[in-house]
């Protein structure tokens, strides 16, 4: 009824290892000579998920300074078998099994005989030279663009002061700054081109947004894009 | 018979005196009445699955920087059409179909309250298309709102009017469901519920939940933007937002896993291999799930750090043991189904021998995999106090739930649209080989875009919900350009599973309008497992006598690819300071 084979309680646990090790190869074998359409999909598409994870975290350890060399071949293995993971289980072992059926001597049965094992040596061989000698497009940079000499990000204080209904403020710098926009719900309230962008508005000329009077200052660059932006309340200033 | 409304012959199965008809499939009596209800929300499903399709498109290639199709005005509005269309409308108007088919169709029970139904239809229509007005039409000094319109954030009063409105339908909608589960109950005190009914029955009381705590968040904040009230505090706001943000996402999942364990049944010959364990799961899910909706505020400075550390306690784990169950009752149900039925040679051929072609069962089947290894496993680290710090607003956690969002439940849901159109409208799928490849298409191509996702995400800490980052973050010199190589392959891919998303909408709706009619039980037999359902009702041939070591080692595999994962995510945190360094 089952499809299982009741275990020998009379075995000793070498033998009971060995038989479980046994059966494992023969599965994992069966596994890799599988050649119905679904099985070719789901070892190439498994085998293709399974490179990107190994290539993309090998590189990201290694790019945290832990130089262990088995990272290196980590992820020259993940790289090649993005490629050489469906190449082997959608073209090549269907091939060969293939050449097995029929092929009737001379070079096409050396091949039929050791294709898979021809295969799998070009494909160490490759991950082998690739571990060596990394190419650019398998080596991913994670570490920030920052350098030494490159400029400071733009963000400055925007303080404000109320006094009798009109608001003045002022940037802390105006460096990496072309000017600065203020407006207060659909309306633009003023535009200031000048470092060092310093504004004064009156209160009459805020709208009401959400219940609260408010205003947005914008710094811009010199396309127009907006760097920061900025809303005040007038009941917090 | 034809239905008083019949729109282009979809509503004219042959039913007998009583309104009945035999499903030659599944085996079920089905009313009339459940049957026109499910596929009117259906139907409206697949509509807004088009409608965010398109969205999707502008969203992913804005994204992709190379082609940077929007600004960042208009990506905002168009995100935002992206995701209520498909999380909230896509996903709730096919979740109710799937009370309907969980609830009175598979207690073979005609639909009470129909009018009551189609009332919460028409409701329900009317606010998913009032919401997508208000978000088309935002203006200044309004914003668009996208899932999180977060109290203080101006968004038009009208959205959330328009928002109340959907909940109100679909609460309204659901009321049938639970007048139904009312009288079995009733009629039948002492009979437990199948194991779907139960499964979607858990689904509702989460979904009316949900549902509820939306209306306890949105309706105080349209009476502020209405200036009806004076204010709302903004960290209660957020509180009681995540009950809905997060609560549809966890109706998601449960409807989820009921499609899984009906579909995989019925076309795969798949036996539930233990129902008590099975329902102890549903269950855990209804204590526990809801503490997964925490993982949003975990870096909020309004919560405090003992009720970070409640809600991502082994309490939370509760939910999480619920998940890996079901991992391992569904496939292990397969396995023995299969062997049981004479399918099942060698380690995987229960496997490799069920019906793939079928684009029911092969969607399924992607929905449990990749739900499982890329949408579980990274819901588990986000929803960890620790972890949850590299992951907060980055694009890895878009990444986390298009895994389970995208492809997990649009796939099963896909699955289920495929089963309706053939067995419920009786037509043949437009294209059969088309059918059968949209699944491995879809399934794919998603699932390279989604790991890329969760790669810039987590590797780069990629923001989200930006329009540009690879060029440069406006007002800094600091560049993340590093990250454009794995963006490239997400645009690609992204590309690719819009087009299968097409091909889908393409075939479903292609099949309904020029599908060959299916007359009697052949045109419908590839659909069923092999040697029938009776197969399972046989009680000399228990199916927990067989074995289920493929699962096993299936398991096994999962849990190596978790542990790796997880233990990586536990590195990249160590390497964020370096503590008497």
């Known amino acids: 009824m089952t499809g299982s084979t009741d275990p020998d309680t009379t075995a000793s646990p070498i033998a009971s290892l060995s038989r479980v090790a046994t059966r494992a190869w023969r599965d994992l074998l069966s596994i890799y000579y599988a050649n119905t359409p679904i099985w070719r999909l789901l070892k190439s598409a498994g085998l293709l998920f399974f490179g990107f994870f190994c290539w993309s975290a090998s590189n990201l350890v290694l790019s945290y300074g832990i130089d262990w060399s088995v990272l290196y071949v980590l992820r020259a293995y993940g790289f090649v078998l993005i490629l050489w993971g469906p190449l082997t289980h959608a073209v090549i072992v269907p091939s060969v099994i293939r050449l097995r059926r029929t092929a009737d001597g001379g070079v096409r049965r050396v091949i039929a005989r050791h294709g898979s094992k021809l295969n799998l040596s070009i494909f160490l061989t490759i991950v082998l030279l690739l571990t060596a000698a990394p190419v650019s497009p398998m080596v991913l940079d994670f570490q920030s663009a920052l350098s030494a000499d490159s400029g400071p990000d733009v963000d400055p204080e925007l303080t404000c002061t109320s006094t009798d209904a009109e608001i003045h403020c002022h940037l802390s710098e105006s460096t990496g700054i072309d000017h600065v926009v203020v407006t207060s719900g659909t309306d633009e309230i003023d535009r200031v081109d000048e470092p060092p962008f310093e504004f004064t508005i009156h209160e009459d000329d805020l709208q009401e947004v959400v219940g609260q009077t408010e205003f947005v200052v914008e710094l811009r660059d010199e396309d127009g894009d907006t760097i920061r932006r900025y809303r005040k309340y007038t009941s917090s200033i | ?581």
Not at chain 2, 143 to 152: G, I, K, M, Q, S
Not at chain 2, 347 to 360: H, I, K, Q, Y
Not at chain 2, 417 to 437: D, E, V, Y
């Open chain 2, 1 to 581: 018979m034809a239905h008083s409304y019949d729109v282009l012959g979809l509503f004219d199965n042959e039913y007998d005196d009583e309104g009945f008809r035999t499903c030659s499939v599944t085996g079920l009596r089905i009313h009339h009445t459940v049957e026109n209800h499910v596929k009117l929300f259906g139907l409206t499903a697949v509509v807004a699955l088009l409608v965010g399709g398109i969205f999707a498109f502008t969203v992913a290639t804005t994204r992709w920087e190379a082609i940077g199709l929007l600004g960042p005005d208009a990506f905002y509005t168009h995100l935002s059409m992206h995701a209520w269309n498909l999380l909230i409308f896509w996903m709730v108007f096919t979740e109710v179909a799937i009370l309907y088919v969980g609830g009175p169709m598979v207690l073979g029970r005609r639909l009470p309250w129909t009018k009551v139904a189609t009332a919460g239809w028409v409701t329900m229509v009317a606010g998913a298309v009032a919401v997508n007005y208000t978000i088309w039409t935002t203006s200044a000094p309004n914003e668009a709102p996208l899932l999180t319109a977060y109290v203080p954030m101006p968004v038009s009063p009208w959205f959330y009017a328009a928002a109340s409105l959907f909940i109100v339908g679909t609460v309204v909608a659901a009321l049938p469901f639970f007048v139904t589960m009312w009288h079995e109950k009733r009629e039948n005190p002492g009979k437990t519920l199948p194991l779907v009914a139960f499964g979607a029955f858990v689904t509702s009381i989460i979904a009316v939940e949900a549902l509820v705590g939306g209306l306890v968040a949105f309706v105080p904040a349209m009476l502020w933007r209405f200036e009806i009230i004076e204010w709302v505090d903004a960290a209660w706001y957020r509180q009681m937002y995540w009950i809905v943000g997060h609560g549809t996402q966890q109706i998601n999942l449960v409807a989820m896993i009921t499609v899984w364990y009906f579909l995989t049944h019925v076309v795969a010959g798949a036996e539930v291999v233990s129902e008590k364990v099975s329902r102890t799961a549903f269950i855990l899910y209804l204590f526990f799930i809801n503490l997964g909706a925490a993982h949003h505020l975990l870096s909020d400075p309004a919560v405090s750090t003992g009720w970070r550390i409640w809600n991502t306690s082994y309490a939370f784990y509760g939910a999480t043991f619920a998940s890996l169950i079901h991992a391992f009752a569904i496939p292990a149900g397969i396995e023995a189904g299969r062997r049981k039925r004479g399918t099942g040679g060698g380690l995987f051929g229960w496997l490799t021998s069920a019906p793939w072609g079928n684009p029911v069962f092969s969607s399924t089947i992607f929905s449990i995999i990749l739900f499982g290894f890329l949408g579980g496993t990274t819901g588990v680290m986000m929803g960890q106090l620790q972890l949850n710090m590299t992951w907060h607003n980055t694009f890895a956690t878009v990444g986390h739930f298009h895994a389970t969002v995208v492809l997990g439940t649009t796939i099963a849901f896909m699955g289920l649209i495929f089963f309706l159109i053939r067995t419920m409208f009786g037509r043949q799928w437009l294209s059969t080989r088309l059918a059968s490849a949209q699944p491995f298409l879809y399934a794919g191509a998603m699932g390279v875009a989604v790991l890329m996702m969760m790669y810039v995400g987590i590797l780069y800490g990629v923001p989200r919900r930006t329009v540009e980052v690879v060029e440069t973050i406006p007002g800094t010199e600091f560049s993340l350009s590093a990250a454009s190589p794995l963006f490239a392959i997400f645009g690609v891919f992204a590309l690719l599973a819009i087009a299968a998303g097409v091909l889908f909408v393409l075939l479903a709706v292609g099949s309904l309008l020029f599908g060959k009619r299916i007359d009697g039980r052949d045109g419908v037999s590839d659909l069923v497992a092999d040697g029938g359902l009776a197969m399972a009702e046989d009680p000399d041939d228990p199916v927990h006598a067989y074995e289920m070591r493929g699962t096993f080692v299936l398991c096994l595999v999962f849990l190596a690819a978790f542990v790796i994962t997880y233990l990586l995510n536990w590195y990249l945190l160590t390497q964020l300071w370096s503590i008497g360094a």
